[in-house]
Nanobody, 114 residues
């Protein structure tokens, strides 16, 4: 049973930065394509970024150039570095595999506001 735990969210000013972390079993993080998703109030959950086992990356257009996804298999962690944050980035952020998803963690809240 996979348990993925997100952390690192918080309240930041526009233009600020946060680094999110996703901890989980190494067997899952090292083999699967891992993604960061987010869901804002009243909106559908969307895939923001993903990273493959070969460390190729993808970003949705709205965050490209501002967010960076990375993985550290030795630490069993996937990161999302978020720079130049905008109010529209406000959402609950989740990590999960890219593919069939059977469950979600609690996520971590990111709020961008002055």
């Amino acid at each position: 049973q996979v348990q993925l735990v997100e952390s690192g969210g918080g309240l930041v000013q526009p233009g600020g930065s946060l680094r999110l972390s996703c901890a989980g079993p190494r067997s899952i993080l090292s083999i699967n394509v891992m993604g960061w998703y987010r869901q804002a109030p009243g909106k559908q959950r969307e895939l923001v970024a993903y990273i493959t086992s070969g460390r190729s990356t993808y970003y949705v257009d709205s965050v490209k150039g501002r967010f960076t996804i990375a993985r550290d298999n030795a630490k069993n962690t996937v990161y999302l570095q978020m720079n130049s944050l905008k109010p529209e980035d406000t959402a609950v952020y989740y990590c999960n595999v890219v593919g069939p998803i059977v469950s979600w963690g609690q996520g971590t809240q990111v709020t961008v506001s002055s």
